[in-house]
């Protein structure tokens, strides 16, 4: 059985001073969570430098820049289920003038968002 709104009594806002209990410490919070859920199994943390490595690799024209097709075939070498939706997303957050290719000058933001996401390399 689903209730929806039966369980307010309609006199409860008269009341005002009560405060849920027990909330507070059931929960400690922390300030920052690593991103590890669509990782299973033992794996090593990667440094940024090895990052920076990989995704050096990907450049497959060796323009100096990635394509959104480079930044799949990386994210796919990665473990990503979902490479061409990272390498959107990647593009999304770390291209900073739109051209479509993270340029030397965005690589620091693929990089640092890459290790925020939680990827980790075997
Ligand atoms: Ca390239
Ligand atoms: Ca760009």
Request: one cysteine or more; aromatic letters at 10%.
């Amino acid at each position: 059985m689903v209730h929806f709104l039966s369980s307010v009594p309609s006199n409860e806002s008269s009341k005002g001073a009560s405060v849920p209990k027990s909330i507070d410490k059931a929960c400690p919070r922390a300030p920052w969570q690593p991103v590890s859920s669509d990782i299973k199994g033992a794996a090593v943390v990667v440094s940024e430098d090895q990052v920076r490595g990989i995704f050096n690799r990907f450049d497959a024209n060796k323009d100096g820049r990635l394509s959104k097709q480079e930044l799949k075939d990386a994210f796919a070498s990665l473990g990503s289920r979902m490479p061409g939706v990272r390498a959107w997303l990647a593009l999304q957050h770390a291209d900073a003038n739109g051209d479509g290719y993270i340029s030397e000058a965005e690589f620091d933001k693929l990089v640092k968002y890459t290790l925020k996401r939680g990827y980790i390399f075997k």
